[in-house]
């Protein structure tokens, strides 16, 4: 295995529609190997072929929510979509920065594992996010096409605010006398990163216009997209 070189935009690879894989091989599966391991070192949950520079349909995920699931995938589809939630996104060829971004909150992933054998996902929240984010890619779309207010995500502001909210949650706590809810607020969630629907995108625009007036929904959500984009994706 090895680390491969993260490409950052504005690279063209970035930008270019990936060619499906026809043939599932000893390079692919080092190919995949080696995306897996970028990834971990990033650290990331999720990283695209192009990122590493090869036009081609293959994604690895892990979400790191403890349930220890790593996905590496050839020629990744969304093929059922419900929901629509905001949350902040990051990516590693964008470092720095985060969005938020409208997603499906569930989605079902159908594509190829590292055998050739068909595989169904259903995935949601976090992981329907990430799996949006990075089937994007394929599709040479970054979430800065389709986030609002790009920000500069300083190194350690999420945990920051996360833990000036538990404070505030604690001293509510306090006032009601209920001390567990405290504890609860302190959890730190870090996580990784996120993907989008490339064929789905168009569609996308609609539900993200009717929502954008929506308030924004799982703040919590929201925190652990932004201490994935640190990470990025
Ligand atoms: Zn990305």
Not at 57 to 81: F, H, M, W
């Amino acid at each position: 295995m090895a680390i491969l070189e993260i490409v950052k935009d504005p690279a063209e690879v970035l930008r270019k529609k990936a060619k499906p894989v026809t043939k599932i091989n000893a390079a692919v599966r080092k190919l995949l190997d080696d995306m897996t391991e970028t990834m971990y070192a990033a650290p990331g949950v999720g990283l695209a072929a192009p990122q590493v520079g090869v036009s081609k349909r293959i994604i690895v995920v892990d979400p790191q929510d403890g349930s220890g699931q790593l996905y590496q995938l050839i020629n990744p589809e969304i093929t059922k979509a419900e929901g629509w939630v905001q949350g902040t996104e990051g990516c590693l060829s964008i470092p720095g920065m985060v969005g938020d971004v409208w997603r499906y909150e569930k989605v079902q992933v159908v594509a190829l594992d590292r055998t050739g054998k068909k595989v169904w996902i259903d995935a949601e929240g976090w992981l329907a996010r990430i799996f949006q984010h990075e089937i994007d890619h394929l599709d040479g779309i970054l979430y800065t096409d389709k986030c609002t207010d790009l920000r500069p995500v300083p190194q350690g502001e999420e945990e920051a605010e996360e833990a000036a909210q538990a404070r505030a949650e604690a001293e509510r706590a306090d006032e009601a006398g209920a001390a567990d809810a405290a504890a609860a607020g302190v959890e730190a969630e870090v996580a990784g990163e996120a993907s989008a629907t490339g064929a789905d995108a168009d569609q996308a625009a609609e539900p993200a216009a009717a929502a954008a007036g929506a308030k924004r929904t799982r703040r919590r959500t929201a925190a652990k997209a932004d201490a994935g984009a640190a990470k990025g994706e």
